[in-house]
């Protein structure tokens, strides 16, 4: 999901890395990792794709939807289509912002940066347990809705 957010900003800076970092335990979900950004950023979702998804997800929410443009695609066909963990990791990012989502994984721009070495996305291990962070994971909610108009980030 986080590909996902950052992918418009992504777009626009000129020279970005990601630096995931595991703990030791997790080392060899790396490759896991790689292949979610392979998924997300080498391989961009054409047009076709694009309307096939869409079509699929307001089905999958049970909204009433004509029959598919593509007569060969029907519900069983676009959810063996559409089963990968990028597919759904696109669902939650359509549920939150619509098809807008899906359009920003049209673009080639980050396959581009990639490939030209603008944009990298590096794994390191690291070397100690930073257990009393555990409580920040996945805390970001929750930190803005704490903060209050004039709260400077910065200073805390």
């Known amino acids: 999901m986080f590909l996902l957010r950052h992918a418009d900003l992504l777009r626009w800076v000129d020279d970005w890395t990601i630096r995931v970092l595991l703990p030791r335990r997790l080392r060899q979900a790396a490759a896991l990792y790689r292949y979610a950004v392979r998924d997300a950023f080498l391989m961009p979702l054409t047009p076709r794709d694009v309307g096939e998804l869409d079509w699929y997800f307001r089905a999958r ?13 029907d519900l069983e066909t676009a959810a063996r289509k559409f089963s990968a963990a990028r597919f ?3 669902h939650r990012a359509w549920l939150q912002r619509g098809e807008q989502a899906l359009r920003a994984m049209q673009a080639t721009t980050l396959r581009d940066q990639l ?11 690291l070397p100690h347990q930073y257990l009393q962070l555990t409580p920040l994971v996945g805390a970001s909610d929750r930190v803005e809705k704490i903060l209050h108009e004039g709260d400077n980030l910065a200073t805390a």
């Open 61 to 73: 929410r049970g909204e009433f939807v004509c029959p598919s443009r593509d007569p060969d695609l």
């Open 115 to 125: 490939q030209r070495g603008f944009g990298r996305v590096e794994f390191a291990e």
């Open 88 to 90: 759904e990791a696109l």
